[in-house]
């Protein structure tokens, strides 16, 4: 007999174990990820009384392919935008967090002895919160609305990215074995330099490809599209000397920008929870309960150190970012556990063997814990609020709330600022694209060139090409914003304001001859003097040039329409404008939307006859039909099914309204269940003699208006009569085909005429 390989017999060991442990959390109402650790545990080699599985080595690639997933969904979810959206308080916050809990893990970690590799890698697992954890648990407990679930949504985001980057910087170390600046600044300046080139480049690049081939793109292709560009950008990202997890992240960063962002994240999702349920348990693999009791007491510690530092620091950057201290303390207690990035970091370490054997399985017990708790953390936040609004002196409060109030206050942007802010974001954006550009031209297609065209012919076909291909971003460096309304307003109103900003042209200028010069001086082996009077011509033509002017504005408007096509479709099928709903925050209002389900009994109802308002304090300002919006809908207005309900009003307000409505479906649906179903059939019927119905047509009879029951064919003789008029008259021995309830038909079938 054939022997079945492995890796199948093992893969088999790890589902049958992962789906019967998760069907069992489920009922147990706990985190799935949970019962993934605790079937790897039950499938690993810490367990020998059951089957269990023998080829450890090849479920880690699956594993690192369940990573791979896991950050392209993670970065499917994130958006760069995104991120420069999510506003001061985040951002505040998750520095705040992130610094705190690499400080308070590093010194934890040396002061239980573990060393300084360990407590580095330590304090990079304690700051990063789960966000599928805290994603579930608002689910769960009806909290997505609540405006301080978007305060965590923001944070969750930024650490997101602090994640991706402290890996990085953790493998730098790693690798030097120990923390030199330089060398640590020049991978934080690599990184930056090939994330700014793989999501411009992408932007530009990617949604077009995508919208050309609509036609051709079904739920198949996308799917393994997305998949190719995935495994494509985790190429890219480790021949730059990357990891493929930041490949991946990358490039669904990059993919969450399109408008087929959604659909590639539903049918990207099996796969992820697939790879991501392996990785997962083999994340359990990897711990033996004797270890655990073994470091029984630094686990407690550890512990305590997350829940503790989790609720301080993120309750005061929170609290340092304007907010007030309500939204603080629930964010604090929302994020108080660690999550999926901990594994992550902490497989990193292993795989680069810097990290001691015992700190995963320790990591991992901590998250179970931490995890478990999550719920009961943020039901605690509310009673922790009122303690603390007990016992913090008024004084303190009162200073509280006009920082508070203080903080969202709109302050205006003066010219300079709003004019550098550009310059900064277009100068460095194309000069890192610039760049990348010339150093993958010199490095790979230039030798391809002059290996086929040899001397001095090759040279010069090469440095055209390269010249001609970043000209039009050379050309957006040095002329984009010179004739902006804040450039002319900083003209006209000083002229002490007109050196700075002649220097300003002047410097970019000056720094475009610089990166004329570099294949320049690759190409060309010539003086100093020649090549700076080459790179000065072809600027000047560059600058004078109404082709290079319209192509530069073309690709600009192109990266553009890409960049905003997803936020453009949103911001029309969106309930309401994202600024009108940042102003309601301000007043404490918020805005959620509530769907009305197909056999609800708020259907067919007008919005007078249900009074929401009376009833919990809330108001619909839109009713989304389809396409359709009705906006600030009147008393008369009826709903329907799938009508999407824009609400406006305080968090408990919402809260209340959101269990209102579900008590009335509940209720509803308690009340159909109790109800008999009544099935219809299709009989037929002689029409016999003496029958009531001989001489009546089908109209008369009351067979569809009083029996609720339809004639579809009539039988006479050897002629039949498909979909009968009303007009129709019964005859002796017609054969009458009829579809109604079955009581309803057996009367009728006795020549009764029923009501109904």
Not at 186 to 193: E, P, Y
Not at 414 to 429: E, M, P, Q
Request: a positive charge; hydrophobic letters at 50%.
């Amino acid at each position: 007999m054939s022997q079945i390989p492995a890796l199948i017999s093992d893969l088999a060991v790890i589902l049958i174990s992962a789906g019967l442990v998760t069907l069992l959390f489920k009922k147990l109402k706990q985190p799935v990820v949970l019962g993934y650790i605790v079937a790897g545990i039950l499938a690993g080699p810490s367990i020998e009384q059951i089957p269990t599985v023998t080829d450890v080595e090849s479920i880690r690639i699956w594993a690192d392919i369940g990573v791979i997933f896991l950050l392209f969904a993670l970065g499917l979810d994130f958006s760069f935008k995104k991120l420069m959206k999510v506003g001061g308080t985040a951002v505040i916050g998750a520095i705040t967090v992130v610094i705190g809990m690499m400080t308070a893990g590093y010194i934890t970690g040396l002061s239980l002895g573990w060393g300084h590799m360990n407590s580095l890698f330590l304090g990079g697992m304690l700051s990063m919160s789960s966000t599928t954890i805290i994603f579930k648990a608002f689910d769960d407990m009806g909290l997505r609305n609540q405006r301080f679930a978007g305060v965590v949504f923001g944070i969750l985001v930024v650490e997101d990215l602090f994640a991706v980057l402290l890996m990085v910087l953790l493998s730098t170390v790693a690798v030097s074995k120990h923390v030199e600046g330089i060398e640590l600044l020049d991978s934080v300046v690599k990184l930056g330099i090939f994330l700014l080139f793989c999501f411009v480049v992408g932007i530009y690049l990617i949604p077009s490809f995508l919208k050309k081939a609509k036609s051709f793109l079904n739920e198949e292709t996308l799917l393994i599209v997305s998949i190719g560009l995935c495994l494509g950008m985790v190429m890219i990202a480790t021949k730059a000397g990357f990891s493929s997890a930041l490949g991946a992240f990358v490039m669904g960063s990059i993919l969450a920008e399109t408008v087929d962002a959604e659909r590639i994240e539903h049918l990207v999702k099996p796969v992820k929870d697939l790879f991501g349920a392996i990785f997962f348990v083999s994340v359990g693999m990897l711990i033996d309960p004797q270890m655990l009791w073994e470091y029984k007491i630094p686990i407690f510690i550890i512990t305590l150190v997350v829940m503790a530092g989790q609720i301080c620091f993120a309750s005061f950057g929170v609290l340092l970012s304007g907010q007030p201290i309500k939204i603080a303390i629930q964010s604090g207690f929302s994020l108080a556990q660690i999550g999926e990035f901990a594994f992550i970091i902490a497989g990193l370490g292993l795989s680069l063997n810097v990290t001691d054997q015992y700190l995963y399985p320790i990591v991992v017990a901590v998250s179970v814990i931490t995890t478990f708790f999550t719920p009961y953390m943020i039901r605690l936040a509310e009673p922790a609020y009122k303690w603390a609004e007990r016992i913090i002196p008024e004084n303190w409060k009162q200073f509280l709330e006009r920082y508070s109030s203080g903080s969202n206050t709109i302050r205006q942007k003066s010219a300079w600022n709003k004019l550098l802010k550009a310059l900064v974001r277009i100068v460095g954006t194309y000069t890192a694209v610039c760049l990348v550009l010339i150093f993958l031209w010199l490095q790979i297609v230039a030798p391809f060139i002059c290996k086929h065209l040899p001397g001095i012919q090759g040279n010069l076909i090469s440095l055209i090409l390269i010249l001609a291909l970043i000209s039009p971003m050379l050309r957006a460096i040095m002329m984009k914003k010179n004739h902006s309304v804040e450039f002319q307003q900083l003209w006209n109103d000083n002229k002490y304001n007109r050196g700075p900003l002649v220097s300003l042209v002047v410097l970019r200028i000056l720094l475009c001859i610089g990166l004329v010069m570099l294949p320049v001086a690759r190409l060309l082996n010539t003086a100093l003097g020649i090549m700076l009077a080459v790179a000065s011509a072809v600027i000047v033509l560059m600058i004078f040039s109404k082709r290079l002017k319209r192509q530069s504005i073309l690709m600009e408007r192109h990266f553009f329409s890409n960049l905003v096509a997803r936020e453009v479709e949103q911001e029309r099928k969106a309930p309401i404008n994202q600024r009108f709903a940042n102003h309601l925050l301000e007043r404490d209002l918020h805005l959620a939307d509530f769907e009305v389900k197909q056999n609800s009994p708020s259907m067919g109802k007008s919005l007078k006859e249900l009074n929401f308002r009376q009833k919990c304090n809330v108001n619909i300002v839109t009713i989304i039909r389809g396409e359709k919006r009705i906006n600030i809908p009147g008393g008369d207005e009826r709903l329907y099914p799938f009508d999407k309900l824009v609400v406006v009003g305080a968090d408990d307000d919402l809260e209340h309204f959101r269990k209102y409505l579900e008590e009335r479906y509940k209720k509803s649906y308690a009340e159909q269940s109790n109800t008999k179903v009544k099935e219809m059939n299709m009989e037929q019927i002689i029409i016999s003699e003496g029958s009531r119905l001989i001489g009546r047509s089908i109209l008369e009879s009351g067979i569809r208006d009083k029996a609720a029951c339809l004639v579809i064919g009539i039988e006479r003789g050897s002629t039949s009569i498909k979909n009968p008029p009303p007009s129709t008259v019964f005859e002796e021995g017609d054969i009458v085909w009829i579809v109604g309830e079955r009581d309803k038909l057996i009367q009728l079938s006795e020549g009764k005429v029923v009501t109904s």
